[in-house]
């Protein structure tokens, strides 16, 4: 293994601390790193998936409307086409007498164009004659028949011209936006795009997300408890959180804080992931690898890796230090030509990492527009009062109150290396950086958390 200054032999190790670089770090603010993720961020190929199969992927293409619609006029209830000139002055004591002709079913199309004088039968949906201009509804008329034995209707209220039809064009016209790339497929959009044909949807492929867990007390979670080591709970979560936004998460297991071992694996990942995500060892432990590959990458602004390959894979540092709580050693790199996450290995810290930078670029890679996590404002149900130099994001409950307000209960047991508070929380309290926190009762910026 190589010797390295802070390595795992330590050899080299110097005493004072920061004449390694360890700790000279430079801090950007949570808003500065998500940009440089954000903007790091490429988007991924698309792919056609079948219409049933797209709701939750991400549209990769503008999609518009194929024909008209409705594509006809079409009856809005059941029951007689009119021209609403025959039914003038109509009324339950005065109906218009018209003729009956052929009933039109939903599906059909009449025979005829409606003749003056006459009405059709019609069924919801049903394609409304030619000649027709509106349609009463089947509770304003009567069956009838004429001196001859004909068939008739009776019409015992004036129709208005267009009332109860649908006309052509009225919702969208030939060719005109559905939805643009970059949205996110709803059921509303099945009903939108299977009525337009589209039995195939163009959809950004799902990213796929290389994570490792780095520490070497960790074991994989099926192992029997041992001392000193601890299962690692951190790829389970963060490949259940990259599903959540709609990639592929590849699990890649665990690695112990060995440089060369560190160094394959995230090289292997490279060349088949979109995003590399690894937790733990971005500290500055002396143990940490991570933060020590990491130094190295912002050392070297920018390298280039085999200049024999076809392609010239780019690696630089995009920061490693957030001035934020948890997880302040949270890191980014372009490594190797991939978008390169290293989250801390504490699990509060993790979460918040992920939620915080991953997921946003996640959703940037599959064409949202605005990746970035919702905020919503919740009045404080507990004071959170502890200052911090840093900007922290404290996990909570949300609670709609009885007055109409959302209200904000942080959780306990929030430190960043613990996980009680993980799993019940709903939303992000955002305690900004000061002296003191913020008083119950007090008005707080929430980052939503996905369901
Ligand atoms: P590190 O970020 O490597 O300094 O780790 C910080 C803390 O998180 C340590 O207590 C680790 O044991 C713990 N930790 C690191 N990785 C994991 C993991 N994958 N699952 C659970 N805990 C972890
Ligand atoms: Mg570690």
Same mark, same amino acid.
């Given at each position: ?39 790091? &961020? ?66 059909? @199309? ?26 009463? $509804? ?54 939108? /795009? ?31 408890? &041992? ?9 389970? $979560? ?36 979109? /995003? ?17 590959? /990491? ?28 001035? $934020? ?15 390169? @996450? ?29 990746? @970035? ?44 290396? $613990? ?33």
């Amino acid at each position: 293994m190589e010797k390295e200054k802070g390595s795992l032999d330590g050899v080299e190790r110097v005493n004072s601390p920061g004449s390694d670089g360890r700790f000279n770090r430079r801090a950007i603010t949570p808003e500065e790193a998500q940009r440089r993720v954000v903007a790091a &961020a490429r988007t991924v190929g698309s792919e056609l998936a079948p219409l049933a199969e797209s709701g939750g992927r991400r549209l990769a293409e503008s999609l518009r409307a194929t024909s008209d619609w409705p594509p006809f006029p079409r009856a809005g209830l059941d029951g007689y086409a009119v021209r609403a000139a025959d039914t003038a002055g109509a009324a339950p004591d005065s109906p218009a007498l018209l003729r009956a002709a052929a009933a039109v079913a939903a599906g059909e @199309l009449a025979a005829a164009a409606l003749a003056p004088g006459m009405a059709a039968r019609v069924m919801t949906g049903a394609a409304v004659p030619e000649g027709a201009d509106a349609v009463v $509804m089947l509770e304003q008329t009567a069956e009838a028949s004429l001196a001859g034995g004909a068939a008739a209707v009776l019409v015992r209220a004036a129709a208005l011209p267009g009332q109860n039809v649908a006309p052509r064009g009225e919702e969208f016209r030939l060719g005109s936006l559905l939805a643009e790339p970059g949205t996110l497929l709803r059921p509303g959009h099945a009903a939108l /795009l299977g009525t337009f044909g589209y039995a195939d949807v163009p959809v950004y492929r799902r990213p796929r997300v290389a994570i490792f867990a780095t520490g070497s007390e960790l074991m994989p979670v099926e192992a029997p408890a &041992a001392p000193g080591r601890i299962r690692d709970s951190n790829s389970a $979560m963060v490949a259940w959180m990259a599903e959540q936004s709609g990639a592929v998460p590849w699990l890649c297991g665990t690695l112990p804080d060995d440089r060369a071992a560190v160094e394959e694996a995230l090289h292997r990942a490279a060349e088949e992931a979109d /995003l590399i995500i690894t937790t733990g060892g971005v500290s500055v432990g002396d143990y940490d690898v991570m933060a020590c590959l /990491l130094r190295e990458l912002g050392a070297a602004a920018t390298r280039v890796y085999g200049a024999e390959a076809d392609a010239v894979r780019e690696s630089g540092l995009l920061f490693n230090k957030v001035a $934020m709580r948890p997880g302040s050693p949270t890191s980014a790199a372009i490594y190797e030509g991939k978008l390169l @996450l290293c989250l801390s290995g504490n699990p509060g810290a993790c979460f918040v990492g992920f939620e915080l930078f991953a997921r946003p670029a996640l959703l940037a890679m599959q064409g949202c527009a605005s990746p @970035l996590p919702r905020k919503i404002t919740a009045k404080l149900a507990l004071s959170v009062s502890k200052g911090s130099p840093h900007i922290r994001f404290v996990r909570s409950r949300l609670r709609y109150g009885d007055d109409g307000i959302i209200y904000a209960d942080p959780l306990a047991f929030s430190k960043s290396s $613990m996980m009680a508070s993980i799993a019940d929380a709903e939303g992000l309290v955002i305690i900004p950086a000061g002296p003191q926190g913020l008083e119950a009762g007090e008005w707080a910026q929430v980052m939503l958390l996905p369901t």
